[in-house]
């Protein structure tokens, strides 16, 4: 990882960032849509037999990939399939080509093109949000953010639920994709499951978080994110006037993200730390 200061662009800069990230999310989305065959094929697996990579995750980092050489060459990138290509502007574009790729293989439409841009070292414990766009393939909605300017859906303003008892809250919540990791997670949805008003595993941990943005889910929490699964959403919760956290004081990343209005994010914290459901043992 490289390792540059965090130096926030001006609010008309950050505009005309959230503009483009909106612009390389709906160029992708429009390949996807367009390109998908009657059947998908998996090209690859990659933490797991069950964790698929299709031809189209490939070709829309690479369609990403492309318009930010060409418009932003000074920048970084840090892509699902293609990993980290440092820039010298202090800011990294991270990317999922196709969050919900379980879901395009089977043809369930949840699925999404998340693209964040964040200030300082690309690594959710260290850099600071930017930008962020999240083009829901199937339906065509996009959500955006620009750091100070607020969270959108097709143009309107996002605000996050008001905070509720965890006992009357709708969870979002995802899996990952080893024995280990989901035995761990079994186990800590025995113990949620008769606490809340209910879950949903929807697929797309960038939808998940746009849902908490616009109000149709409560609260998330997932075990396992990574990068480019957080960068987009992470900061349009935040502009709708939500959290987004890790446990017991960490950052929101790989061993827990918990998202939502603050107090039911706190409630929902304390158990899950409780039940140790950052931890895979
Ligand atoms: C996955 C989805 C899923 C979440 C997994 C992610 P991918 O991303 O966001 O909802 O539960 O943790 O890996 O592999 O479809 O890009």
């Given at each position: 990882m490289t390792s540059t200061a965090a130096v926030l662009p001006d609010p008309d800069q950050i505009a005309a960032l959230r503009a483009f990230a909106e612009r390389l999310a709906r160029s992708a989305g429009a390949l996807v849509r367009d390109g998908r065959p009657d059947r998908v094929d998996v090209a690859a697996t990659k933490?797991?037999?069950?964790d698929p990579v299709t031809a189209m995750d490939l070709a829309s980092e690479a369609h990403l990939r492309a318009l930010i050489a060409e418009h932003r060459p000074q920048d970084g990138i840090l892509g699902e399939e293609d990993g980290l290509l440092p820039g010298s502007s202090g800011l990294t574009w991270v990317l999922d080509?196709?969050?919900?790729t379980v879901n395009y293989l089977y043809g369930i439409p949840a699925y999404a093109i998340s693209v964040g841009l964040v200030a300082g070292e690309p690594d959710p414990a260290h850099w600071t949000p930017v930008a962020g766009a999240v083009h829901a393939v199937s339906s065509g909605v996009t959500y955006t953010a620009g750091h100070g300017l607020g969270a959108t859906r097709d143009g309107q303003p996002l605000r996050v639920n008001a905070a509720r008892p965890l006992a009357t809250s709708l969870v979002g919540t995802g899996f990952g994709y080893t024995v280990e990791r989901r035995t761990a997670q079994a186990r800590v949805l025995a113990e949620l499951l008769p606490r809340v008003r209910d879950i949903r595993r929807i697929g797309s941990a960038a939808l998940d978080l746009c849902r908490i943005a616009e109000g149709s889910l409560d609260v998330y929490f997932e075990r396992g994110l990574n990068p480019w699964d957080l960068a987009a959403g992470q900061l349009i919760v935040r502009e709708a006037g939500g959290v987004v956290t890790g446990l017991r004081g960490a950052a929101a990343g790989l061993a827990m993200t918990v998202a939502g209005p603050a107090r039911t994010v706190d409630e929902l914290s304390d158990a899950l730390a409780g039940w140790h459901a950052d931890q895979d043992g």
């Open positions: 933490s797991s037999e069950v080509p196709i969050d919900g």
